[in-house]
C-alpha cells in the first residue's frame, strides 16, 4: 500500500510541477487518481512538507512549497 501511496504522490507532484497551484478538483482530474487514492497522496506529501493548503471561497487549493 505504501507503494502505491509513494507512485500516486509522485503523479500528484509532476502535475502540481507543471500547473502550479490548483484546486483539488483539478488535481484529481488531471492525475486520473481516485477521491481516496488522491487524498492519501496529498496526506503523504503535506507530511513531507512538499504541498501546502489554501482555502479561497470554500474551495482548497494545494500548490508545492
Do not use: H, P, Q
Request: proline fraction near 0%.
Amino acid at each position: 500500500m505504501k507503494e502505491k501511496i509513494g507512485e500516486n504522490s509522485g503523479k500528484v507532484w509532476a502535475v502540481l510541477s507543471e500547473i502550479g497551484k490548483s484546486n483539488i478538483k483539478d488535481v484529481k482530474k488531471l492525475t486520473k487518481l481516485t477521491e481516496k487514492d488522491l487524498y492519501a497522496a496529498l496526506g503523504w506529501l503535506a507530511r513531507e512538507d512538499k504541498v501546502a493548503f489554501e482555502e479561497e471561497e470554500k474551495e482548497v487549493f494545494v500548490y508545492l512549497e
